[in-house]
T-cell receptor, first 112, second 112 residues
Framework: QKEVEQDPGPLSVPEGAIVSLNCTYS??????FMWYRQYSRKGPELLMY????GNKEDGRFTAQVDKSSKYISLFIRDSQPSDSATYLC????????????FGTGTSLTVIP | EAQVTQNPRYLITVTGKKLTVTCSQN?????MSWYRQDPGLGLRQIYY???????DKGDVPEGYKVSRKEKRNFPLILESPSPNQTSLYFC???????????FGPGTRLTVL
């Protein structure tokens, strides 16, 4: 079983839609949950991070963590064509020092 | 400009021919890391380094070597490349293990 599971999509939505991206994980020790955005032919860039269960909002983006279910989500409101990218979840295992585990990424296309 | 640079960006080589991919950052970051990205497998951590002369194995270290003789540089060495190391490689750096990782532009390696 992979440490982090993420639906690869692809996901295609009309402009203005609400997008929900999700990851599940198996290791209850994971903390420091992150979402990265990766445009084609570029390196990933950090969108949001959170340490604890609950919601964190930043503009049109909301990150949600449910540690009891080992489930994290990223919501994008009023999606824009510029949001078209691959979104990767990532998390850190404190028990292995500073090793990071990434999901496989979900490809999102927002259609104008 | 604060950045992570990788060289070369593209490389085609043959099985068994030693190669080095360089990574350099100009942000005085303590933490540096190498990842490989493969379709369906996502980003997987190869090695990481918390500081000069300190390196640790990630999820997929077999067939790779690294060194951290200077803070700014973290080269990835493939002593005897094989076709299964054909991949897209990313170097990343951050202030520390808990901080945002900045990714380089990627190196696309093909081993024939």
């Amino acid at each position: 079983q992979k440490e982090v599971e993420q639906d690869p999509g692809p996901l295609s939505v009309p402009e203005g839609a609400i997008v929900s991206l999700n990851c599940t994980y198996s290791n209850s020790a994971f903390q420091y949950f992150m979402w990265y955005r990766q445009y084609s032919r570029k390196g990933p860039e950090l969108l949001m991070y959170t340490y604890s269960s609950g919601n964190k909002e930043d503009g049109r983006f909301t990150a949600q963590v449910d540690k009891s279910s080992k489930y994290i989500s990223l919501f994008i409101r009023d999606s824009q064509p510029s949001d078209s990218a691959t979104y990767l979840c990532a998390m850190r295992d404190p028990n292995t020092g500073n090793q990071f585990y990434f999901g496989t990424g979900t490809s999102l296309t927002v259609i104008p | 400009e604060a950045q992570v640079t990788q060289n070369p960006r593209y490389l085609i080589t043959v099985t068994g021919k030693k190669l080095t991919v360089t990574c350099s950052q100009n942000m005085n970051h303590e933490y540096m890391s190498w990842y490989r990205q493969d379709p369906g497998l996502g980003l997987r951590q190869i090695y990481y380094s918390m500081n000069v002369e300190v390196t640790d194995k990630g999820d997929v270290p077999e067939g790779y070597k690294v060194s951290r003789k200077e803070k700014r540089n973290f080269p990835l060495i493939l002593e005897s490349p094989s076709p299964n190391q054909t991949s897209l490689y990313f170097c990343a750096s951050s202030l520390g293990g808990y901080n945002e990782q900045f990714f380089g532009p990627g190196t696309r390696l093909t081993v024939l």
